[in-house]
C-alpha cells in the first residue's frame, strides 16, 4: 500500500507540471487511482486564464479542441514520465475535460496488468448494470461487441467498450474527421448518462462522466464518477 501511495504521489506531481507548464496554469487538485491495468488520473480546478476568456465568449469547443490537440501532443511527455518517474509502462492514453466546473480525466491503460483482488460492490446488480450500458450504447451509436467494468474505487466506475463505431463513424475516422466525431459524440454521451437509469442501479447519484476513444482500435473508455 505505501509503494502504490508514493507512486501515486508522483504521478500527481508530474501531472500537475507538465499541465502547469504547457497551459500556463496547473491544477488546485490531482487525485491518482491505479488499478489492474489502468492509471486513473482525476484533476480538479483547472482553467487556463486564455481559456477562461474563450469561454466568456462561448467558445467552449475551441477550448476542447485545443486541448485535445495539445493532449495528443503531451502523450510521449506524459508515457516517458510514467516509466522514468512510475516505472509504469503505459501503451494508451485518453483525456477528456468538463469545463462547466473546470475538471478532468486522464487515464493511462498499462502494458502488463498490476495484481489487485476484484472489485465489486455488492449492492450493485451487475446484469442490469450491463444491460443499460449496452442499452445506452446502442442509443448513441450501436451495441459493442465486447462490454468491461472496472470499479477504480467506491465512486468511480471505468466501462470499456469495444467494436463500438457504426459504418458512417468509420466512414469519418477514414476520412480524419476525428476531431469533429468526437466533439459530436461528447456531449451525446453524457446526456445518455445522465439520463440513465444507471445512477439508480449503482444507488448513487452521478456527478460526473467523462469520455475518449480509440478511433484506430474502435474502443472508447467512459468513467463515470458517483457522489459518496
Known sequence: ?????????????????????????GPSSVYVTIYKSFVCIQI????????????????????????????????????????????????????????DDYSGMILGVL???????????????ETELRKEVIRLSIAGQKEPEETNFFWLNDRTL???????????EKELIKNEFQEAL???KRPLEYMLFAESEVPAIVNRP??????????EEDKGYALLVFKK
Open 44 to 99: 480538479r480546478d483547472f482553467l487556463a486564464p486564455m481559456e477562461r476568456i474563450l469561454l466568456d465568449q462561448n467558445e467552449k469547443n475551441r477550448v476542447l479542441k485545443t486541448r485535445d490537440l495539445l493532449m495528443v501532443e503531451l502523450m510521449a511527455e506524459f508515457k516517458r514520465n510514467f516509466w522514468k518517474q512510475a516505472d509504469l509502462d503505459v501503451m494508451e492514453l485518453y483525456a477528456d475535460w468538463n469545463l
Open 111 to 125: 502494458e502488463e496488468p498490476r495484481s489487485h483482488k476484484l472489485r465489486w460492490p455488492e449492492e450493485v446488480d
Open 158 to 168: 471505468l466501462i470499456e467498450r469495444i467494436g463500438i463505431f457504426t459504418l458512417l
Open 1 to 25: 500500500m505505501t509503494q502504490e501511495k508514493t507512486v501515486e504521489s508522483i504521478i500527481s506531481g508530474f501531472t500537475a507540471s507538465i499541465l502547469r507548464e504547457h497551459f500556463g496554469k
Open 182 to 184: 468526437k466533439l459530436a
Open 206 to 215: 452521478l456527478i460526473g462522466s467523462y469520455v475518449d476513444w480509440d478511433f
